[in-house]
């Protein structure tokens, strides 16, 4: 008896797949994510940290515009009137020491000089205004030359006032802080500075 040979059939069913190459494709797309995600995240941080240092120039800058309109105040002909409740200390008048505190340099509901400090003028650019709010500054008169209190005035360091006044017998010396919250109101910067004015 014979046995009849076929050829198999071209379009026999290939055997059952496992699904490896699906796994292994969808291993390596998670892992893609997690990069991709990470990569994000970093991205966002960066951009964060170079909004935060660009907003700390720009209060350092308002800060400087502040203390600019201080000097000018006090180079005018006349001196304004000391009166610490408008920003301007005389020598017996303790002025604020928490500088950096955003609540020291709140501006009144109206607006202008009050509640302890001074308003400058707001810094722009091309029209825009270039602060959230406008910088602020006090002015405080320093003790005359030889007083117990003219050590250390705010700087934490003593004599530094006594060395100033020694040097200008012929001026007052008025020491200056302004601060601005920069333009997102939330970088405040201080400045310090001694102006002398002659007499």
Known sequence: MSQLITPKSRYELPKRQQGAALLVSLVILLVLTVLALSSMQGTSTQERMVSAQRDAQIALEGAEAALLA????LSGGTLPTFNANEGLYDDATAAPTDLLNPQTWETPSGGGHGNGTREA?????D???MLAERPRYLIKETPATGSATNSGFGLGIGGVAD?????TSNGRVFRVVAYSSGASGE??????AYVIRAQ
């Open 70 to 73: 201080a000097e000018a105040e």
């Open 121 to 125: 003028p707001m810094p722009q650019v």
């Open 127 to 129: 029209g825009d205004n």
């Open 163 to 167: 060395g100033v006044q020694q040097s």
């Open 187 to 192: 970088a405040g910067r201080a400045v310090e």
